[in-house]
Nanobody, 129 residues
Framework: QVQLLESGGGSVQAGGSLRLACVASGYPPGNACMGWFRQASGNQRERVAGLFTGGPGAYYADSVKGRFTITQDNDKNTVYLEMNSLKPEDSGMYYC??????????????????????WGQGTQVTVSS
């Protein structure tokens, strides 16, 4: 049974940093597509970053490129989202999502919200100006 548990959200001022963590259990080692999504009030849930646990590379939405970094610690079964130079428009609920797959390139390049089967409960990020 897959479980995703996020932590690390909070309130910061613009220009600040936060690091989100997602402890993911239940996936075979190296066979999961992991993503961070965010949803602001009234908006669609969008993928902001993603990686494949079995290989290199990462996906970033244009709005976060150069500011956010997604990494993984396989020993801890944890995926992180380091968020720097935060802006008020980065505010929203952040969700960790996962999908068991061996398709690394597809995971990085093409996975969308509807593809992810497993979701965490979300963690709130609020950036004030």
């Amino acid at each position: 049974q897959v479980q995703l548990l996020e932590s690390g959200g909070g309130s910061v001022q613009a220009g600040g940093s936060l690091r989100l963590a997602c402890v993911a259990s239940g996936y075979p080692p190296g066979n999961a597509c992991m993503g961070w999504f965010r949803q602001a009030s009234g908006n669609q849930r969008e993928r902001v970053a993603g990686l494949f646990t079995g290989g290199p590379g990462a996906y970033y939405a244009d709005s976060v490129k150069g500011r956010f970094t997604i990494t993984q610690d396989n020993d801890k079964n944890t995926v992180y989202l380091e968020m720097n130079s935060l802006k008020p428009e980065d505010s929203g609920m952040y969700y960790c999502a996962g999908l068991r797959t061996y398709l690394g390139a597809w995971c990085i390049q093409s996975a969308v919200r509807a593809d992810f089967r497993d979701w965490g409960q979300g963690t709130q990020v609020t950036v004030s100006s």
